[in-house]
């Protein structure tokens, strides 16, 4: 017997022939014909063609024909467009017996709702029969479609959630039983769509009733599917708990959208939603008493939902202090039932606060503002301390689970609670200077206190990891503040004013972050190390050339013995500088810092010789002579004295 070769394999273009001809041409046509005949009502109700029995008739009658139709495509093997077919027959039949009842009024609910039940039944049962997915997909887009086809801007609430109630019963059911999961996708989005839109279209909404129908339709979203798993004792999946997580929080927004704000009222509704979600964590454990995923899901929403409640009750600041507050709750219940999403769902909601926070509740104005004693304040020390709560906690959670990803996000939360309680700091002392002294001792005292930050984390810099990166980023603050400091009109004494002393002693700080970091102590590299330390030492170098130019300056009248002066202070100040940092080049042991002392002195002896020698009157001059070679001369014995040590 001779065998025949495989037929070969189709080429892509006859592939692609393959998809649009059968897949596409089907989807596109049954879509075609559903709008078609949507249309076809809409016009029939505006030019009174045919009278609603005659249309109704004519509605069910197509309807049911397509069905017949698609179960006969069905039978024979063309799956996709029998299951299209039969799709816009159900859809056909929804038409008609909603617009009977909800449109031309020939008929009332119960007798629509009756025929509803029977096309629910028909076009899914034949889904079921047939086990066509797509059928089940086709009829329930239909279904929920009909009422935004054939609406001419009447119909009641309850005749239209009615409606949707009983096609959800229907839907869910057959979607738990097959196990399709699209279909449940259509039902939610269906059913939230049309409700959205009736309730932006209606100016007269009724609260209770409207709320109540809310929670109605939350309810059978959570609840059918579940009601199926536990029946048979079937574990929940996790797409399963998402979508019951996600029914109850579309639920909870649509509620407070409802209740348009009140406060007490959002209060009570989270509430309930707690009691919801923990009668599902005992009922669960009952029925499915090895699911320990399902058991976290559902105890997770229930302390977010009670969360919520408290701070709904006081709004504004509250608010912002219960999702601080509810970070590391929800940190502590995902490391109870090793759940990462519910952990990192805690760090996404102190995200949140901090958020809010500084965008609804921070004000930056500081006339009228009491320090350390406003609304602001306080909320942004409890954000801070549950911020931290969580940074102190994650890191030995992340520890204890091996963690990476989350000993990331401890970090960050640390780092985000260091932040905010340093601005917070920030705010009250600007507020607590601008009353004890206008606008510029507000900066002062800012810049007094980032600096302080920075030496505290410096002194622990050895000791903690992270420190020395706290060091560096609060150097940076405090950097960026005192240079609007030091541009300030000078006051006080020479070199012992707050204008020059807080911008110095920032710079003192860099070089010593620089130091340790080029050194190889902390966790600064020694790149970052030398930018900091260029960065410093020239800052430095220009605040004493400033303040030696201007200061001495002040209230002399004379412009050319101002100019004498202050030549002759300059001098005087790079000699001073160039020793100090030639001292430390040799106490450190450092020849580079050494360098940068010799090259300042050269410096100097260029500006004597250049400068003040033509410039400078006698008595000036000779003061600059005196002080330059003095430290020259010191400057020689240090390197005299080494060479014999």
């Known amino acids: 017997m001779i065998e025949r070769p495989p037929p070969p394999a189709p080429s892509a273009i006859e592939g692609l022939e393959e998809r649009l001809g059968k897949q ?36 069910l009658a197509a309807g049911v024909v397509a069905i017949a139709l698609g179960d006969r495509f069905l039978r024979t093997g063309a799956r996709l467009l029998g299951q299209a077919v039969a799709g816009v027959g159900v859809a056909l039949v929804f038409g008609a ?86 279909l449940e996708a259509v039902a939610s989005l269906g059913t939230w ?50 979508a019951a997580v996600l029914a109850g929080a579309v639920t909870f927004g649509f509620g407070c959208e409802i209740l348009d704000g009140v406060g007490p009222r959002l209060a009570a509704l989270a509430l309930a939603m707690a009691a919801g979600y923990a009668a599902l964590v005992a009922i669960v454990r009952r029925r499915l008493p090895g699911d320990g995923l399902a058991h976290a899901v559902m105890a997770t929403a229930a302390v977010v939902f009670a969360t919520l409640a408290v701070p709904l009750a006081v709004r504004d600041h509250g608010l912002v202090v219960g999702w601080a ?99 917070t700091l920030d705010r009250e002392l600007r507020v607590l200077g601008f009353g004890l002294g206008g606008d510029h001792a507000a900066r002062q005292l800012a810049v007094a206190a980032w600096l302080v930050a920075c030496a505290g984390a410096l002194a622990v810099g050895r000791r903690r990891p992270g420190a020395a990166w706290i060091a560096v980023a609060t150097w940076v603050v ?95 100040a790079w000699s001073v500088l160039a020793a100090a940092t030639l001292g430390v080049g040799f106490a450190r042991r450092w020849p580079p810092v050494r360098v940068v002392a010799l090259g300042l002195f050269g410096l100097t002896a260029a500006k004597v010789l250049l400068i003040d020698l033509a410039r400078v009157g006698q008595a000036y001059r000779v003061l600059s002579l005196v002080v330059l070679g003095a430290l020259l001369l010191v400057t020689s014995w240090l390197y005299h004295r080494r060479a014999r040590t």
Not at 209 to 221: D, K, R, S
């Open 24 to 59: 596409v041409a089907t989807w596109l046509g049954a879509l075609l014909l559903l709008g078609a005949a949507g249309f076809y009502f809409r016009l029939a109700v505006t030019r009174g063609l045919l009278g609603p029995w005659a249309k109704l008739g004519c509605a």
């Open 97 to 182: 017996a909603y617009a009977g009842f909800a449109r031309y009024g020939v008929y009332d609910a119960r007798v629509g709702a009756a025929v509803m039940v029977v096309a629910t039944a028909l076009g899914l049962g034949l889904a079921v029969r047939r086990d066509a997915a797509i059928l089940a997909t086709l009829a329930a887009l239909g279904a929920y479609l009909t009422p935004a086809l054939a609406s001419s801007g009447g119909g009641g609430r309850d005749a239209l959630f009615a409606y949707l109630l009983v096609l959800d019963l229907g839907v869910l059911v057959v979607a738990a039983r097959r196990r399709w999961r699209g």
């Open 193 to 242: 769509a049309l409700f959205a839109a009736w309730y932006h279209a209606s100016a007269t909404p009724g609260v209770a009733i409207t709320l109540a129908w809310c929670l109605g339709f939350g309810a059978v979203f959570v609840g059918v599917p579940l009601a199926f798993h536990l029946r048979h004792r079937i574990a929940l999946s996790t797409g399963r708990l998402a």
């Open 325 to 423: 507050i509810a970070a590391p709750v929800l940190l502590l219940l995902g490391a109870h039932y090793r759940l990462a999403v519910v952990r990192y769902l805690g760090a996404a909601v102190a995200a949140l606060a901090i958020g809010r926070l500084l965008t609804a509740h921070w004000s930056y104005a500081l006339e009228g503002a009491r320090p350390f004693a406003s609304p602001a304040c306080a909320s942004a020390a409890v954000v801070a301390a549950a911020v931290g709560a969580y940074a102190w906690l994650g890191r030995r959670i992340a520890a204890r689970l091996d963690d990476a990803i989350g000993a990331l996000i401890a970090r960050g939360a640390g780092l985000a609670a260091i932040g905010l309680a340093a601005l």
């Open 478 to 572: 405090a950097a960026v503040l005192a240079f609007g400091v030091a541009l300030a009109t000078p006051s006080g004494a020479l070199f012992v004013n707050p204008g020059f002393a807080l911008p110095a002693l920032a710079a003192l700080l860099g070089l010593v972050i620089a130091a340790r970091a080029i050194g190889g102590s902390g966790e600064v590299g020694a790149e970052l190390g030398l930018v900091i330390g260029l960065v410093a030492g020239g800052a430095l170098w220009v605040l004493v050339t400033r303040e030696a130019w201007v200061h001495p300056r002040l209230g002399v009248e004379d412009a050319l013995r101002a100019r004498w002066l202050g030549h002759a202070t300059v001098t005087c």
